[in-house]
Every structure is written in C-alpha cells, then in structure tokens.
Nanobody
Framework: VQLVESGGGLVQPGGSLRLSCAAS????????MRWYRQAPGKERELVAH????????NYADSVKGRFTISRDNAKNTVYLQMNSLKPEDTAVYYC?????????WGQGTQVTVSS
C-alpha cells in the first residue's frame, strides 16, 4: 500500500499550489480520502475530506472558499487545489485514506508560503 504526495513547494502569499496523492495497493474507489496538515509545534489538523465517490466534500473553516479537494477514481488520485495561500497555510500536508478499520497515510509534502 502506498500513498505518494507531490506538488508541494515554496509559494508567495496569494499564490496557488495543487497537491496530488497517488494511491496504490488498495481499492482506492472504496475509500474516503482526506488531506491533513501539520505546522511546526502544532497538532495535525484535518483540512479537507471527500467521500469515496466524490459526491461529498467538507473543509476546515480556515480553508473554506480557498481550497478544493477532488478525486479521480480512474487514476487512483486525490487532489488538493490551494488558492489564495497565506503564510499560516505553511505546513506538511498529508494524504489519508480510510475504509472501516483500514487506514493509510502518505509521507507528506512540505508547503511553505512566504515572500
């Protein structure tokens, strides 16, 4: 089982990034997917959630209207489009998959928002 994130990097405030998470080794379409983030010295927090079929999404209040989660079950990939980025969005972003008692984490990708 693998979840491999990509797309992180350094971006200026107000900029955009698109994170991707490629899944393998399990039936991706049967799992809900989430993006979490963890900033230095802070607890990991849920950023966005998408249902297995992609019909339902939820967001943390801090990113509503700026971030969009989506998935392509044919490509076994989940995305996080991040717009209007702020310095407080700086964190390691993690991909997460869950179905019943099975859960998997990616290794994380660093997002740094700074001028």
């Amino acid at each position: 089982v693998q979840l491999v994130e990509s797309g992180g990097g350094l971006v200026q405030p107000g900029g955009s990034l698109r994170l991707s998470c490629a899944a393998s080794g399990f039936t991706f379409s049967g799992y809900v997917m989430r993006w979490y983030r963890q900033a230095p010295g802070k607890e990991r927090e849920l950023v966005a959630h998408i249902s297995s079929g992609g019909e339902s999404t939820n967001y943390a209040d801090s990113v509503k209207g700026r971030f969009t989660i989506s998935r392509d079950n044919a490509k076994n990939t989940v995305y996080l489009q991040m717009n209007s980025l702020k310095p407080e969005d700086t964190a390691v972003y993690y991909c997460y998959a869950r179905r019943w008692a099975s859960e998997y984490w990616g290794q994380g990708t660093q997002v740094t928002v700074s001028s």
